[in-house]
């Protein structure tokens, strides 16, 4: 985003914060840039987010997730927006949002898989709150992924591996249920609420709904099935994930068997994020890092094996 944009939307984060006058100089509020990539921008002051929202999104679908998002059925789900701002920055949708505490990437031992599992399977077990709810976004990224890939012009032989792989899903994945989905899980999109009277432990809170819609409930667990086949995300680490959302009463998986549901939706999710790794790494002018490569290794897995992800043996 071009510097005078970036400004205005931190200037709408501090109007939100502080809605009264605030004397010069007198706010020492936490202030910054949070993210700022092509898919949103997002700005923080004090205890309010805004979020310039991707260009060129559809009004109507826009609105309708935020929608879903402020729905008091949900409020135990996800983060609540707040009044949304004025206007449009660089043409760009805009929303606000209570600044929530993100899961720390420093203590992976204490990331709340198990409260992850049982916010999703509520998610899925809820009715849509809103009429025309569009489809929520997982199998289109996949797609997108690819693309970009392609258009970043990588020539490596990987390139090849990833294409291979993404050649074993099925067209149109079948579709064993239509209900709620965040449409793009990962920790990332989970903040400790800031504290409610109802909930003075501060929960933790589903956030970003801009993939949100209707669809099917295994692509949300679809990215740590993928990490547990490919040996990144530990065994117990999966087993107390997926028990959750089965305690839960999560309808996305048989739990006689939740491959059969997950295999596609994980394969489309390997392909994904090797296909990103090898875009962002030729953009940067870089190698890939160890786990980009354990990555496409699974690719060459999926090419080679093309009816399974199967999990690692020893499990």
């Known amino acids: 985003m071009l510097a005078h944009d970036l400004e205005r939307l931190r200037s709408l984060a501090r109007e939100a914060a502080h809605p009264g006058p605030t004397p010069a100089g007198v706010c020492s509020c936490p202030d910054g840039v949070l993210a700022d990539r092509e898919d949103g921008t997002v700005v923080r002051h004090g205890a309010v987010v805004v979020k310039a929202h991707a260009p060129g999104i559809d009004g109507e679908e826009h609105r309708a997730r935020i929608a879903v998002a402020a729905h008091p059925g949900l409020r135990d789900v996800l983060l609540p927006p707040l009044a949304q701002p004025p206007g449009t920055v660089d043409d760009r949708l805009l929303t606000a949002w209570p600044h929530g505490t993100p899961v720390d990437p420093a203590d992976p031992d204490a990331a709340p898989w198990e409260d992850a599992a049982r916010l999703l399977a509520l998610l899925h077990r809820t009715a849509p709150p809103v009429k025309?709810?569009?489809?929520?976004?997982?199998?289109?990224?996949?797609?997108?992924?690819?693309?970009?890939?392609?258009?970043?012009?990588?020539?490596?032989?990987?390139?090849?591996?990833?294409?291979?792989?993404?050649?074993?899903?099925?067209?149109?994945?079948?579709?064993?249920?239509?209900?709620?989905?965040?449409?793009?899980?990962?920790?990332?999109?989970?903040?400790?609420?800031?504290?409610?009277?109802?909930?003075?432990?501060?929960?933790?809170?589903?956030?970003?709904?801009?993939?949100?819609?209707?669809?099917?409930?295994?692509?949300?667990?679809?990215?740590?099935?993928?990490?547990?086949?490919?040996?990144?995300?530990?065994?117990?680490?999966?087993?107390?994930?997926?028990?959750?959302?089965?305690?839960?009463?999560?309808?996305?998986?048989?739990?006689?068997?939740?491959?059969?549901?997950?295999?596609?939706?994980?394969?489309?999710?390997?392909?994904?994020?090797?296909?990103?790794?090898?875009?962002?790494?030729?953009?940067?002018?870089?190698?890939?890092?160890?786990?980009?490569?354990?990555?496409?290794?699974?690719?060459?897995?999926?090419?080679?094996?093309?009816?399974?992800?199967?999990?690692?043996?020893?499990?």
């Open 132 to 315: 025309r709810l569009p489809d929520m976004r997982a199998p289109v990224k996949a797609t997108l992924a690819v693309d970009r890939m392609r258009r970043a012009g990588a020539s490596r032989p990987a390139v090849e591996t990833v294409l291979r792989a993404w050649g074993t899903l099925p067209k149109e994945p079948a579709r064993h249920l239509r209900v709620l989905c965040h449409g793009d899980f990962h920790l990332g999109q989970l903040v400790r609420a800031p504290q409610r009277p109802q909930h003075p432990a501060s929960p933790w809170l589903l956030i970003d709904v801009d993939d949100l819609g209707l669809g099917d409930p295994a692509w949300d667990l679809a990215r740590p099935a993928a990490w547990f086949a490919a040996g990144i995300l530990p065994p117990d680490v999966w087993s107390r994930f997926l028990g959750a959302y089965l305690a839960a009463a999560g309808p996305a998986v048989d739990p006689r068997d939740p491959w059969v549901q997950l295999d596609v939706p994980a394969r489309a999710l390997t392909v994904q994020t090797a296909a990103l790794a090898l875009a962002k790494s030729t953009a940067e002018g870089r190698p890939l890092d160890e786990v980009e490569d354990v990555m496409i290794d699974t690719c060459a897995r999926i090419g080679s094996a093309p009816t399974e992800l199967t999990p690692p043996a020893s499990t």
